[in-house]
Structure formats: structure tokens, C-alpha cells
């Protein structure tokens, strides 16, 4: 197992555009989790799955963003209309239930032009 | 609300010495906290977690519920250690998420 996966690595896009980021977890993992991270900054939480429910979101996901875990296994973060604002790292983790640590992938790096 | 605060953005030590990273916490329950480490081009990996209290790569850290702190520890640094290092904290009522220190960048010289 080569961990949490995540695609792409680096994403450089226009403001206005969508774009949608994927995360594979550590099979088994049914709980997954995707966070944002600034310059500087430690991660933030934006949002949670417990297999394919999302059980918590955080302030910071606003409408322009949605996640989905269709099958309980991927899952992908869309941001729609990205501003300047959404550039940062957004990291996806996963883990088993209970008190379980958290496994991060590489993340991938958005750029807004 | 909980809230974990890293004094320190960095902090430099020689080969050697000791070393501490502060980190402090609020959060009116009982807490589970986490010291997170970065090392160069590399993925953020769990270096050490209170329940476990053991020790990783020489690396301790005690929770102080009277402090509200969960200082990592090292009594003799290597180079390697070098690497940014988060602190982090999971509240009880959640179902995991962590909330995280700004971070504090490590550097050990030879």
C-alpha cells in the first residue's frame, strides 16, 4: 500500500474556472478527511466522511466548493468559480474508525492565476 | 472552540543540545493531541500522540492539563530532526477532525 494518493500533484488554472481534485485513501480507511493549508499557515479542516456520508463540514467550505465519496472509497473536492483566495494545499487524510491517527497524502497545490 | 498555538515559527539549536517545541491548547474538554511532522518534499506523518505516551526518534511530549500545553521534548538534537513540526488537537465531541498549530520550523546545525 503506497498510502493516500492524491491527483493531481500541482494544478495552475484561471480564476472563474472549476476544478476538481481526487484522493485515494489507505484501503480499509473508512473514515477520510480534506483540509486546506496557506502559506504559513497550519492545516484547516474543511470537510468529513465517514464512508461515502459527510458527517461534518467546515465554515470554510463555502457553496462554491463540494466534496463526494460516492462509494465509500475516492473522493473528489470541486471548487467552481475558484478566486484568488483559493490558492493553498489541499490535503487529503484518512484512517480507520475509532481513535485511529490520520495518514496525509502529498496533497495537491492549487495556483490561481 | 478549539485553538492549539505555537509560539515559535522557528527555532534553530547546534547538534547536541536540547530542544523544545511549545505548544499550547484551548479546548474546555478532554482533548487528544498530536505532535505532526514535515520533513523536506516529504508527506506530513504522525510523529508521536499523547495516549501512546511513548517515546518516537527520541521525541517525548507530556500533556499538561493544568498548562494547557503538550511540549515536545528531545534531549540531544540531530540534524535530522531538522523539519517543520505541527501541533495538533483532536476535541472529543468531533468525529476527528484535527485543528492545527501555525507550525514551527526546526533547524539543527552541525
Known amino acids: 500500500d503506497t498510502g493516500v494518493s492524491q491527483d493531481p500533484r500541482h494544478k495552475i488554472t484561471k480564476r472563474g474556472q472549476n476544478v476538481t481534485f481526487r484522493c485515494d485513501p489507505i484501503s480499509e480507511h473508512n473514515r477520510l478527511y480534506w483540509y486546506r493549508q496557506t502559506l504559513g499557515q497550519g492545516p484547516e479542516f474543511l470537510t468529513y466522511f465517514q464512508n461515502e456520508a459527510q458527517l461534518e463540514k467546515s465554515r470554510l467550505l463555502s457553496d462554491r466548493f463540494s466534496a463526494e465519496r460516492p462509494k465509500g472509497s475516492f473522493s473528489t473536492l470541486e471548487i467552481q468559480r475558484t478566486e484568488q483566495g483559493d490558492s493553498a494545499m489541499y490535503l487529503c487524510?484518512?484512517?480507520?474508525?475509532?481513535?485511529?491517527?490520520?495518514?496525509f497524502g502529498d496533497g495537491t497545490r492549487l495556483s490561481i492565476l | 472552540a478549539q485553538r492549539v498555538t505555537q509560539p515559535e515559527k522557528l527555532l534553530s539549536v547546534f547538534k547536541g543540545a536540547p530542544v523544545e517545541l511549545k505548544c499550547n491548547y484551548s479546548y474546555s474538554g478532554s482533548p487528544e493531541l498530536f505532535w505532526y511532522v514535515q520533513y523536506s518534499r516529504q508527506r506530513l506523518q504522525l510523529l508521536l500522540r499523547h495516549i501512546s505516551r511513548e517515546s518516537i526518534k527520541g521525541f517525548t511530549a507530556d500533556l499538561n492539563k493544568g498548562e494547557t500545553s503538550f511540549h515536545l521534548k528531545k534531549p540531544f538534537a540531530q540534524e535530522e530532526d531538522s523539519a517543520m513540526y505541527y501541533c495538533a488537537l483532536k476535541g472529543g465531541t468531533s468525529y476527528g477532525k484535527l485543528t492545527f498549530g501555525q507550525g514551527t520550523i526546526l533547524t539543527v546545525h552541525p
Open positions: 487524510a484518512s484512517s480507520l474508525q475509532g481513535a485511529q491517527p490520520q495518514h
